[in-house]
């Protein structure tokens, strides 16, 4: 095929910021590992629709085996297109299947015209490139070329295979001279671009345990190096290698019956995988200042304990627990603040490494939480403990980095003004008795000992037994104040 070049001033996705979603193996006629047609139309229509609603803003990229027809596979290409869905597909070994009819050859044939006028959801073939601003995207079903190492394993057996019934002319010969031409356009790309995003069927990366697995993956001398993202399906395994990633779906779809019963839908965002705009540490702008990390408080309080009842009971039932599970990073913060950055600054830079051609991918920190992080060591750097909401907040949000759990910051609760106090009274009571991180043992209430902090009645906190008295509480609370939230959040709040 001709190298059909498609300019960037005649792709629809111009936005430079958009995440890129990738998912394999949709298998829509498989239903519990069983093929069962009738429910294809539905799973069809459940997927179109999650895309739709969650990655409307999204390039999706989507790596083989939808339907086992040919037919199927192109009519759901073309209502994606018609849809509008902004991204890019190559075929799977069972979107060739069909009577015995037709060969691969026929079938790329029949997509790469089929679909040559798309705007929105782009076939990539070897011979095809695409730019999506300044990243090159190809991709092929990839094939493979039968190879462990420098051996080429024995080519019969896989005449067994169902391809080999379902393809007119199949033939692992065959397959290894679409592979050999696949990796012999990939790799002029790879050497001419800075930027490439490539999409294949099977992997470009070598999992083979025995021979057989040739048909799963196989040695390719696709070129190494930094300058792509490999998105990838066919092995029924999510899984990452380096720039090798997949997000694959499989054979055992839900049935209308289990999702009813579980009361889940049949698609979530688990199911597929992301690539982020990865972010320059050096460009984030940090602002020592709580407004920066208010998105991780609550500023629920209670009014009236008479008529709040449920809120107190469970501000009360929260106790410590919280503080207890944070005794050793705060125990740190206290004695070597500076250490403690330091360990928090190298854990994040360390989920940073991972990335290729300027994106991330997700399940790494995301953009949202790694500012959050960023404005949090600088509160923590300021060494301001006036504004206690702030200086508390950056420390649990940097203790979840301290860690080792920074994924975990994006579904952390809110802390309340109640979950500051008791982080303030535990951090001055470590603080107080010199506790550190090699004696601290427990954290628990104070039994003996309360204060009553906006309208409920608190329990001042035990460290090693040891607390502070309420006098002493008291007096530093009048000294630092919790003051309120500031206007502007609260304007937010009530919109």
Not at 281 to 288: D, E, L, T, Y
Not at 381 to 391: K, P, Q, T
Request: glycine share 4%; charged share 25%.
């Amino acid at each position: 095929m001709a190298d059909l070049v498609i300019s960037n001033n005649n792709v629809t996705i111009e936005k430079t910021e958009n995440p890129i979603v990738f998912i394999s193996d949709l298998h829509f006629d498989y239903t519990k590992g069983k093929f069962k047609a009738k429910a294809a139309s539905q799973m069809k229509g459940d997927f179109i629709s999650f895309i739709k609603e969650r990655y409307s803003d999204s390039i999706l990229c989507l790596a083989g085996d939808f339907f086992d027809s040919y037919k199927k596979t192109l009519s759901f290409v073309k209502e994606l297109e018609e849809k509008q869905i902004e991204g890019f597909f190559v075929l799977g070994n069972h979107d060739y299947w069909n009577n015995g009819t037709k060969s691969h050859q026929d079938i790329i044939n029949l997509f790469s015209d089929e679909t040559q006028d798309n705007q929105y959801f782009k076939f990539l073939v070897t011979g095809r490139k695409y730019y999506y601003n300044d990243i090159c995207v190809i991709g092929d079903t990839g094939w493979t070329s039968f190879r462990r190492g420098k051996r080429q394993v024995t080519l019969k057996k896989f005449m067994g295979l169902p391809d080999a019934k379902k393809v007119k002319d199949f033939s692992p010969k065959r397959i290894i001279a679409l592979h050999d031409e696949w990796v012999f356009f990939a790799n002029d790309i790879l050497n001419k671009e800075e930027k490439v995003l490539i999409v294949t069927h099977f992997p470009m990366v070598d999992f083979t345990k025995e021979d057989k697995d040739c048909w799963w993956s196989s040695t390719t001398v696709l070129l190494k190096g930094d300058n792509s993202w490999r998105v990838f399906g066919h092995t029924h395994r999510s899984e990452q290698q380096y720039n090798n990633v997949s997000s694959q779906r499989g054979y055992y779809n839900n049935d209308v019956e289990d999702l009813e019963r579980k009361g889940v839908k049949q698609y979530s965002s688990h199911h597929f995988g992301k690539l982020e705009k990865s972010i320059d540490q050096h460009k984030i702008i940090a602002w020592s200042n709580f407004e920066s990390i208010s998105k991780f408080h609550s500023p629920i309080v209670v009014s009236n304990a008479k008529s709040e009842v449920e809120l107190v009971s469970t501000v009360k039932r929260r106790g410590y627990v919280r503080c207890a599970a944070n005794k050793h990073n705060f125990a740190v913060l206290a004695n070597s603040p500076e250490a403690y950055l330091k360990s928090v600054k190298e854990i994040t830079n360390g989920y940073l490494r991972d990335a290729y051609i300027g994106f991330i991918l997700s399940g790494s920190i995301s953009r949202q939480v790694l500012e959050a992080i960023y404005h949090s060591i600088a509160i923590i750097e300021s060494g301001d403990f006036s504004d206690v909401r702030a200086f508390v907040t950056a420390a649990v949000i940097t203790g979840y980095v301290y860690n080792r759990m920074p994924l975990h910051i994006e579904v952390m609760r809110p802390l309340d003004d109640y979950d500051v106090m008791r982080f303030w009274l535990m951090l001055l009571t470590i603080k107080r008795y010199g506790i550190d991180m090699e004696s601290i043992i427990t954290v628990r209430s104070d039994k003996k000992n309360r204060i009553t902090f906006c309208n409920v009645d608190m329990y001042l906190p035990a460290v090693n037994n040891l607390s502070l008295n309420v006098d002493e509480v008291q007096m530093l609370m009048q000294k630092t104040p919790l003051l309120p939230r500031p206007v502007a959040l609260l304007e937010n709040q009530n919109k």
